[in-house]
């Protein structure tokens, strides 16, 4: 069966700090790898969507990056935080080109900026 | 792009009573499925439900494709029913899901 896995789940940094969440999928071939971000409010909000190695979509302008190094690993890499990048951050994945294109989520890595 | 609404944006219930969630979209769309978001922040999806109709247990769902809707339904509600429930739709070939803003259910026992 597929898994996913999101570490870490829980983050405190300074402003201005390095930043990098992993996310890995076990169990199948080529997903489609996403990173959503989930700010106080309840939205998701898609930052990131890759689907392939290599190849990555960046749905909004923003201090935030996304590597994706294996085919089932995707990464979500910043230089300096701002505060402004606290939050709830999520991974998720779905096989492309199929029926029920059903979406997968980790648990989820909270990020907190101070 | 498309845009996604939710109604009600927050609902309180007694527990064994029933509810109905709707989600709104603004274009024609080729995948929409519903998402529970507990307590702990894990989503999981519900349904894959671009038309028609679907049962699982207590909860069902209906989308009206041609009048661009959907319905969450959930019969004899209970406290673990709680959270936050979210209607994300997909374009065709976008290869991405947009979310609503959720609908967030407090059931009370």
């Known amino acids: 069966s597929q898994t996913i896995h999101q570490w870490p789940a829980t983050l405190v940094q300074p402003v201005g700090s390095p930043l990098s969440l992993e996310c890995t999928v076990e169990?199948?071939?080529?997903?489609?790898l996403y990173w959503y971000r989930q700010a106080a409010g309840r939205g998701l909000q898609l930052l990131f969507y890759?689907?392939?190695?290599?190849?990555i979509s960046s749905e909004v302008p923003q201090n935030l990056s996304a590597s994706r190094p294996q085919d089932r690993q995707f990464i979500l890499s910043s230089k300096k935080l701002l505060l402004s990048d606290s939050g709830f951050y999520l991974c998720?994945?779905?096989?492309?080109?199929?029926?029920?294109?059903?979406?997968?989520f980790g648990a989820g890595s909270r990020l907190t900026v101070l | 792009g498309i845009q996604v609404e939710q109604s009600p944006p927050d609902l309180i219930l007694q527990e064994g009573a029933n509810s109905t969630l709707r989600c709104n979209f603004s274009?024609?769309?080729?995948?929409l499925q519903w998402f529970h978001q507990n307590p702990w922040g894990q989503l999981i999806n519900l349904f894959y439900?671009?038309?028609g109709t679907k049962q699982n247990g207590r909860l069902s769902a209906t989308t009206v494709a041609t009048e661009r809707y959907s319905l969450l339904y959930i019969s004899s509600s209970q406290t673990t029913d709680s959270g936050v429930y979210f209607c994300?739709?997909?374009?065709?070939?976008?290869?991405?899901?947009?979310f609503g803003k959720g609908t967030k259910l407090t059931v009370n026992p």
């Open positions: 890759s689907v392939g190695i290599g190849q």
């Open positions: 994300a739709v997909e374009q065709g070939g976008s290869e991405k899901l947009v």
């Open positions: 439900i671009p038309s």
């Open positions: 998720a994945w779905n096989l492309a080109g199929h029926g029920a294109n059903v979406l997968t």
């Open positions: 169990g199948t071939s080529n997903p489609n």
């Open positions: 274009d024609s769309v080729n995948n």
